[in-house]
């Protein structure tokens, strides 16, 4: 939202969709807490009217009405103001509580894919960026709320008939932090190279509109069949494993054992050394 708070606040507004939907919940209102720095400087002021614009055309698109919320502005630290700020929260409604699904992949030999939009070039704004050079700098990912709401309906869809074994949207970190996370405490997964993209481009792009999601193999077909049907991408990635390992090609290796044991010394180390 720093870099262009209108197209910030869509993809704010439809992350937070996708999270439900991810579920099998059908997203049908939202709520907001609005954080900006005093609307008395003009630059304060335009972020914030458009991030609402952004906000509405996502809010339209999604069926995702307002019913709430606040603003909070004048937040500075050392008399700077803060970055535009919008979180926002979406309300989920499922008819049948059993048919919900979660995020972590679920059996050995389930096939993993990736679903949504194409993965588009581009780091504008990113996670990888920020860790690599330290700026917030470039075009954050363009978004079509049209391929959103597509995306959307098929997660409800389909978790509905039991096709999904687990779905997780890709977001923050891009999918080499969706593949993490989605592996839990228990699995594992080797993917392999898709697109023309250079590698850090496919593992790290934050491009928004797609999912990592599993199917038993006998299914696989029928989710292929039912993203052509909603005009959707669907790439085939490759298949969870009882190992704790996550590979993806000749590229990476990743002992997730060690990768947890990572995070968990995060904010100890940070303590420590303060």
Do not use: K
Request: net charge negative.
């Amino acid at each position: 939202c720093t870099l262009d708070p209108e197209l910030g606040a869509r993809l704010v507004v439809a992350e937070a969709a996708r999270n439900v939907a991810c579920t099998g919940a059908r997203p049908v209102a939202a709520t907001n807490c609005l954080n900006f720095g005093s609307p008395e400087s003009p630059d304060v002021m335009g972020a914030f009217s458009a991030t609402i614009d952004g906000m509405t055309a996502a809010c339209l698109a999604l069926d995702t009405p307002i019913s709430g919320g606040n603003v909070s502005f004048y937040n500075a630290t050392d008399g700077q103001p803060i970055h535009p700020t919008p979180i926002v929260g979406v309300l989920g409604v499922v008819d049948d509580c059993t048919a919900t699904i979660g995020n972590r992949l679920r059996d050995p030999g389930d096939v993993v894919f990736l679903i949504g939009a194409i993965t588009r070039p581009g780091l504008g704004g990113s996670e990888y960026l920020w860790r690599m050079t330290g700026r917030i700098a470039g075009r954050p990912p363009a978004i079509d709320l049209n391929e959103e709401r597509r995306l959307q309906d098929l997660l409800v869809a389909t978790a509905a008939d039991g096709l999904l074994a687990s779905a997780h949207a890709v977001s923050p970190g891009g999918l080499l932090t969706t593949m993490v996370e989605a592996c839990g405490a228990a699995l594992g997964a080797t993917i392999e190279r898709v697109a023309d993209l250079p590698v850090h481009q496919l593992l790290f792009s934050e491009s928004p509109s797609r999912v990592v999601a599993s199917v038993a193999p006998d299914r696989a077909a029928d989710l292929e069949r039912a993203c052509a049907d909603a005009d959707l991408a669907c790439v085939r990635l490759g298949s969870v494993t009882d190992g704790r390992r996550l590979r993806c090609g000749d590229v990476l290796d990743l002992d997730l054992d060690d990768v947890a044991d990572r995070q968990a010394r995060v904010l100890p180390d940070l303590f420590e050394s303060a």
